[in-house]
């Protein structure tokens, strides 16, 4: 009956592929938020010492700078796989070698005090993992449902993602105080190692394009580039995030689990903050459902200041309840925006060239995360935790601003279509977005 009631509401979930792909990114987000909470308090803890009783915020620095760094290159070599293999097959390889990081990483953390060098080459693998899968799973979908349910498919697939992350996360949080961050790290490995079946079962018919040459990977990443400068709504916007996540990055990811170990109760409270997070993803999922913006590309950037707030309640020192207050909001915010991109991206680029465009989206909004996964431990130790929140806040507000200055990223507005095909590719127009003059 509940099976029967489901279908009629989300007619997608009659395709057996899609509930395939729900039932992985049911099981390996689960996993992997005990990462999130695991890998800051192991490397915490291992540094603590008198002089620092909370714990090394350099060195925890250096090892989230490691796990973001492979995209740097990974990201690229991703799209290309992706275009050319079974993305889904990618995804098996980038489970596995997050699998085999944070596993070994929690093996490590419970049988001894592992150095900064084994850290840093842990979450190296696991960041090479997470650099592949991006591109490889914003390919998949698009190839699994047709193109009227793809913002209904979006929407579902991140609606169980999220509601895995806010469940992992509260768990993660309470395993890491009540059990130590080395088995949180262990369950990572197992369980996305578990989530690998999945991705075997999915079958997917061959795509269709004309028969030609195999090209050469620079002409690929080549064309790849081409496509993703040509479209003004997309460069100055991942241009954006470029800053914004390099700041959240630093202020939120990095300083954030000190914060909460000195001041907030440690492993747990962090847990609830990042559960309350997922708690607004799935809430704006399920607004995004049955709502999207008349300006897309606005929402999406101004979603992208509102991330200034994470830096903010942990600067203020709020009480726990607002800290978690902001943190759903936000949550809110980005899912929304993350669905509206996602069909944004689906809908404008064309199909064979959407893995490598996605690639250079993700490179693009990420490249920054290293520098400021680096510079935040040591700007904290010299101006305070504090002083370094409060200025990574106010480099995000900066940059959302200055995007706001071409027309096309105020104006645009939402035209639906369908999932553009490689025989789009030559109709496709620079502003694929209708731009409307804004009334009143």
């Not at 689990?257 to 799935?282: M, Y």
Request: contains cysteine.
């Amino acid at each position: 009956m509940l099976t029967r009631a489901l279908t009629r509401r989300f007619p997608v979930l009659v395709n057996r592929n899609f509930r395939l792909l729900l039932a992985d990114r049911l099981l390996a987000p689960m996993a992997f938020s005990f990462s999130l909470v695991g890998v800051s308090f192991a490397v915490l803890g291992v540094t603590a010492s008198a002089a620092h009783p909370s714990g090394s915020t350099t060195d925890l620095s250096y090892v989230l700078a490691a796990q973001v760094a492979p995209s740097l290159v990974f990201l690229l070599i991703g799209g290309v796989i992706a275009d050319r293999v079974a993305p889904q097959f990618v995804i098996v390889a980038a489970n596995a070698m997050i699998a085999i990081g944070e596993g070994t990483f929690g093996v490590l953390v419970l049988t001894g005090r592992p150095g900064l060098p084994t850290m840093v080459g842990l979450e190296f693998l696991t960041g090479t993992g997470m650099a592949l899968f991006y591109p490889a799973s914003a390919a998949l979908l698009p190839r699994l449902v047709p193109a009227s349910q793809l913002q209904e498919a979006s929407a579902v697939s991140r609606l169980v993602m999220n509601a895995a992350m806010m469940a992992g996360a509260a768990l993660a949080g309470e395993c890491v105080a009540l059990f130590g961050a080395g088995w949180a790290l262990a369950v990572c490995g197992i369980g996305t190692f578990g989530a690998v079946p999945m991705m075997f079962l999915i079958k997917l018919g061959p795509v269709t394009a004309p028969a030609q040459a195999e090209p050469s990977l620079l002409r690929e990443l080549r064309e790849g580039w081409s496509e993703f400068w040509s479209h003004t709504w997309l460069w100055a916007t991942v241009f954006q995030f470029t800053v914004v996540l390099a700041a959240w990055y630093a202020g939120f990811q990095v300083l954030g689990p000190a914060v909460a170990k000195a001041h907030l109760g440690g492993a747990s409270a962090w847990g609830l903050i990042s559960a309350c997070e997922a708690t607004g993803l799935i809430a704006g999922g399920l607004v995004s459902l049955r709502w999207s913006p008349r300006r897309p590309i606005l929402f999406v950037v101004l979603s992208g200041a509102a991330i200034a707030a994470a830096s903010l309640a942990l600067a203020m020192l709020l009480p726990l309840p607002l800290i978690c207050a902001a943190a759903f909001g936000i949550g809110v915010a980005v899912e929304m925006m993350s669905v509206i991109w996602t069909v944004t991206m689906a809908t404008r680029i064309p199909s064979d060239m959407l893995a490598r465009v996605s690639a250079y989206d993700a490179l693009g909004s990420s490249m920054g995360m290293p520098a400021g996964a680096l510079a935040a431990g040591p700007i904290a130790a010299v101006i305070g935790v504090s002083a370094t929140q409060y200025g990574a806040a106010a480099i995000t507000l900066v940059a959302s601003a200055l995007t706001l200055i071409p027309r096309e990223i105020r104006q645009a507005r939402w035209q639906p279509a369908r999932v553009a095909g490689p025989e789009d590719a030559a109709e496709t127009l620079p502003a694929e977005l209708s731009l409307v003059a804004a009334e009143g």
